[in-house]
């Protein structure tokens, strides 16, 4: 029996894309590695994937175990890796305000393991490595998705984190294995639905906004406004690591799931405050003043909610090239939607959530 493993399951993408490997590999069994305190979780989001979707029911097994320990803290047994034939690690801390200690241990020291596991199973087809297009850290300019190694300096231990680790899956890349790196920009809902299961990135000023009773919202902003946000919805992600999964031209490539025509922060503003239904007023603010506001300054935080390590994104100078992508999605019918196109279902799905928070799972 072939069997697929996988890391981030029940996560916000990993939980998604898990059907549609199923779905293409009808022969396959898939192996997820859960943490055991989302065990319950796990097993809650496999039954109703089974019963959403007969034709991946009794394909899922849920094992235990730890991405930050050698050979994953998997029991003898756990998983045949003479059945293994795909691994799509999805796994990773997501939060900008991680310390470093376990940034390093989940992000970096998790993807080590996962290669290692990688390099004992005689089967595989291909690693899937979901990465992020923050790799880039503060570089300026374009940014290539054979870009990797470019002197950048990083806003976050996430950003430094999830570089090292495609350091090292790169590296085994040269070595000879078999594998795939995905990039997405910032991910937000799904095009459709709007539907989420963390609030943070765009989402911190679209709670902002929706906290403000009136016609009438103030936003502080900072920089000139014409960075650029790269906005890209989760079903759009999922589709595009669905397709581009089964490519055999994909081997070998890095893939930047990024919006070619991504919004300057102006429009990106105009497009939530129709979205909101309320005009904004714009407070302008040099960034070091902004960021020295919210960590220092009682009460500030509290007010608004909006961590200082996301101002970062609002006045960041990269811009992403995705030739790769859009050249193996072409004929696929799957394309990044424009945030204008469904800015309005996230407002909706966050105004009727307010349960859902921005917190990461680790």
């Known amino acids: 029996m072939a069997a697929v493993f996988f890391t981030g399951f029940p996560g916000f993408l990993g939980g998604a894309l898990l059907p549609r490997v ?16 989302f065990a319950a979780l796990a097993r809650r989001r496999a039954e109703a994937l089974a019963a959403a979707r007969p034709a991946v029911a009794g394909r899922i097994r849920l094992v235990e175990g730890d991405l930050t320990r050698p050979g ?28 470093r200690e376990p940034a390093m241990k989940v992000n970096v020291e998790g993807t080590v393991h996962v290669l290692e596991l990688a390099a004992d199973c005689p089967r595989l087809e291909r690693l899937h490595h979901v990465s992020t297009c923050y790799v880039s850290g503060r570089h300026p300019g374009p940014f290539g998705e054979d870009d990797l190694e470019k002197g950048q300096a990083f806003a976050n231990f996430y950003e430094e984190t999830k570089y090292l680790a495609e350091v090292e899956v790169r590296a085994r890349m040269r070595a000879g294995l078999p594998a795939t790196i995905y990039r997405p920009a910032i991910t937000v809902g799904d095009s459709a639905t709007g539907e989420t299961q963390k609030l ?30 790269n906005v890209v919805p989760r079903d759009f992600v999922i589709s595009a690591i669905a397709h581009l999964a089964g490519l055999e031209q994909s081997r070998g490539k890095t893939y930047q799931l990024a919006d070619p025509a991504p919004l300057q922060v102006a429009p990106l503003l105009e497009v939530l405050s129709r979205a909101v239904g309320k005009r904004i007023v714009r407070i302008p603010l040099r960034l070091g003043v902004a960021r ?6 009682p009460g500030v935080y509290p007010l608004l909610r909006i961590p200082s390590g996301a101002l970062d994104y609002f006045v960041l100078r990269t811009r992403y090239d995705t030739r790769n992508a859009l050249a193996d999605l072409a004929g696929s019918g799957i394309a990044c939607p424009s945030f204008a196109s469904y ?6 799905f966050a105004r009727a959530h307010p349960e859902v928070t921005s917190a990461a799972m680790t």
């Open 22 to 37: 199923l779905e293409r590999r009808p022969e396959a069994t898939a192996v997820c590695l859960v943490q055991p305190r």
């Open 292 to 297: 020295w506001a919210i960590e220092r300054v």
């Open 72 to 99: 994953l803290g998997l029991a003898p047994g756990d998983l045949a890796v003479a059945d293994v034939v795909e691994i799509f690690h999805l796994a990773a801390v997501y939060d900008l305000s991680v310390p």
């Open 343 to 348: 800015a309005d279902r996230l407002v909706a």
């Open 200 to 229: 943070d990135g765009p989402y911190f000023v679209i709670q902002w906004l929706l906290r403000q009773r009136g016609p009438v919202a103030i936003l502080p902003t900072v920089g000139d406004l014409t960075a650029e946000v």
